[in-house]
């Protein structure tokens, strides 16, 4: 399986474990309050197209600051690096920038150049006023937006408060290393609004690519409900078909109708619809699923390679 190794880095209370509980598994914001310190650091595995994703998630306390320094192990390897910066705590941005100044000089010592992606991080005004949000974002970006001119970098505002666009974040952040595959999901986000069906598309983990569904995900990870459904499918799919795909169908006495499309293992497709569909919908889901089962070929093609 191919690895990939996030690291989330940031001064202690910036949000790196809130962001990662509400961005990848089925955590609220309101249950981030209660979180502890990370001590040291945290790995976590996540498996995501067929990636097995290595998430780890850097104490920020100063002690630990101090810790990397001299112990470099646990920052070897990284692919994607996510500094994250508490728009709320503006009088640390300058020891932010000092972090990661030191943390960027231990890769260059390594002969590491990861990718990285700024999170501005609690752009909300959740217990804080609109007025000094707009200006600490001011003063970060002017701080922040040059420190990593020379890598291959990007930036992005976040808040836990905005799950499904911190899901999509994510998603689209594992998928930065295969173009390609960033915009068959992009043009299926665009498909999806034009089909008069209620549509998930998952792997077969059960993280979340695209729905037309409002408030069917609580980050990258479908409910847990519909994850099990997805996983019992696909064990009766390669143990009782034995083939690499396959199609399942139920309908109540209502006529309410459930499908689910697995397509090479990898890409899971739900349909959910009261009845038949008109026939542009129709015509638009058979597209759609067209461009699936293509978009799987791609991402085994992708590994291979």
């Not at 890409?267 to 026939?279: A, F, P």
């Amino acid at each position: 399986m191919v690895l990939l190794k996030i690291s989330l880095i940031g001064l202690a209370g910036c949000g790196k474990t809130s962001l990662y509980l509400v961005g990848f598994t089925e955590a609220t914001p309101e249950q981030t309050k209660s979180l502890s310190p990370t001590i040291l650091y945290e790995t976590r595995r996540h498996p995501f197209l067929g990636l097995n994703v290595g998430i780890w998630d850097m104490g920020g306390q100063e002690q630990y600051r101090k810790d990397y320094m001299e112990n470099t192990e646990p920052l070897k390897g990284t692919d994607i690096l996510i500094p994250i910066v508490d728009l709320h705590d503006p009088d640390n941005f300058e020891k932010a920038k000092e972090y990661f100044l030191d943390l960027l000089d231990i890769y260059r010592k390594n002969n590491e150049k990861p990718k990285i992606f700024l999170f501005l991080h609690k752009f909300d005004v959740q217990n804080y006023q609109k007025e000094l949000l707009d200006t600490n974002t001011k003063k970060a970006k002017e701080i922040f937006l040059d420190l990593f001119k020379t890598y291959d970098f990007d930036f992005t505002f976040t808040s836990i408060f905005e799950q499904d666009k911190l899901a999509k974040v994510f998603r689209n952040l594992l998928m930065t290393s295969y173009a390609e595959l960033k915009n068959n999901v992009e043009r299926a986000d665009k498909q999806l609004e034009e089909i008069k069906a209620k549509i998930i598309i998952s792997d077969i983990s059960g993280n979340v690519l695209s729905h037309n569904i409002p408030g069917v995900t609580s980050g990258l990870t479908l409910r847990s409900d519909l994850r099990d459904f997805i996983n019992a499918s696909n064990v009766i799919r390669e143990n009782i078909f034995m083939n690499d795909s396959a199609n399942f169908r139920g309908e109540d006495e209502d006529g309410k109708v459930i499908e689910l499309f697995i397509f090479k293992y990898i890409i899971s497709v739900l349909i959910m619809k009261s009845g038949e569909l008109d026939t542009e919908s129709q015509d638009k889901l058979n597209i759609l699923l067209k461009d699936m089962k293509l978009f799987a070929d791609l991402i085994i093609s992708r590994h291979t390679d």
